[in-house]
């Protein structure tokens, strides 16, 4: 019997979506083993995607790996790394949270640059909503900005490269494709709650532990994309790898970079919201509304947008903007990706009826 991909939570950091095991790229150091081999101490690794068609792996990491940078993170718990990139010559980095959090309270933070020199960083600003960071380094020189591409003209099957520092391997580039666009990928954050990747890019270019917050660049070298996360499944043991599956996700550009330049500006970022708390509902319970998913409202505030809807306590909302209330990152997606003033509709069942009704944002 094969084994299915496995939905159950990992012992560290993971989360589930459509079925898979989303694993942070956690920053790690030490090697690992994979299909029984070790990953050899190759600090420059070149993968090409073969006759599917592929980048100039090399111009582009001629051109690029020097706005890419390793993050050094000290932390309570001990230290670990992940990557980042350059998108300020004024020395402001753009990486994921859950590389920076563990230093958010009395930890370090360092940067080291693909010709070696290290400086040490400071935290500008994140938010665990969207697992989106910023720190800063002050230099002598300006620093070499990563050039900005367009996510939103992505095509599914183009070639891409992934630039890191996987397993804490500095300027390790990979290749592959996007292999699909439009993901919602929930991954943990903070305080157990959820991040959502709206909108998320799916490519196989390999990506692993330390690959975190680093690039994701199409053939001329333009960031497209934030690595963040990978699906894993387990093995025969029921152990689920610790490496790539060749499913790996990005948050867009187009969605990453505004989020960094409000951080940088007030150092958090606030999403508009639809007032509402809401919890998922068993499929027992969802029986006896006579549907089979939903989410039960908990609390709305007081005056708040879905107040203002005509939403309240003990309803069950069905649906969001035209997609099932599935779980709670349905909601959070929407919000992630929207504008204060924005409508979105909502189906709800009260009393066994059905109704429909229009949350602005705010």
């Avoid at 990563?146 to 996987?166: F, W």
């Avoid at 998320?200 to 070298?221: E, F, K, R, Y």
Wanted: contains cysteine; aromatic residues 2%.
């Amino acid at each position: 019997m094969t084994d299915e991909p496995s939905t159950t939570r990992d012992s560290g950091r993971g989360g589930t979506a459509h079925g898979w095991m989303i694993g942070l790229i956690a920053a790690g150091a030490a090697l690992v083993l994979i299909g029984g081999g070790m990953i050899a101490g190759v600090f420059t690794t070149l993968l090409l995607a073969g006759n599917r068609g592929s980048c100039d792996a090399a111009g582009v990491a001629d051109r690029v790996l020097p706005t890419i940078v390793t993050v050094q993170v000290a932390g309570e718990n001990g230290s670990s790394n992940g990557s980042g990139q350059i998108i300020d010559d004024n020395g402001y980095i753009l990486t994921n949270n859950h590389v920076v959090s563990p230093a958010a309270k009395g930890g370090s933070l360092a940067v080291r640059f693909s010709d070696g020199h290290e400086l040490p960083a400071t935290l500008v600003g994140r938010d665990p909503t969207t697992d989106l960071a910023v720190v800063k380094v002050d230099d002598d020189d300006p620093l070499p900005v990563i050039e900005t591409g367009d996510s939103g003209a992505l095509d599914v099957g183009q070639p891409v490269v992934a630039l890191g520092a996987p397993l804490g391997l500095s300027s390790t580039v990979t290749a592959g494709i996007v292999s699909a666009l439009g993901r919602t990928v929930p991954v943990p954050s903070d305080d157990d709650s959820n991040a959502v990747l709206a909108g998320a890019i799916q490519t196989d270019a390999s990506i692993n532990p330390g690959n975190s917050g680093g690039a994701l660049v199409d053939c001329s070298g333009r960031l497209v994309g934030v690595n963040t996360a990978i699906a894993t499944v387990p093995g025969s043991a029921g152990q689920r790898s610790l490496g790539s599956v060749g499913i790996g996700f990005a948050v867009p550009v187009a969605q990453a970079l505004p989020i960094a330049h409000e951080l940088i500006e007030h150092g958090e970022v606030n999403h508009p919201t639809a007032g509402v708390s809401v919890t998922p509902i068993p499929p027992s319970v969802a029986a006896t509304y006579g549907i089979t998913d939903g989410l039960f409202v908990q609390a709305v505030v007081v005056g708040g947008p879905a107040a203002k809807a005509g939403i309240r306590p003990g309803d069950v909302i069905t649906s969001v903007n035209g997609h099932p209330a599935v779980s709670v990152d349905v909601l959070t997606a929407i919000q992630v990706t929207s504008s204060a003033g924005d409508e979105v509709d909502v189906v709800y069942v009260r009393g066994g009826h059905e109704h429909t009704t229009t949350v602005t944002l705010r």
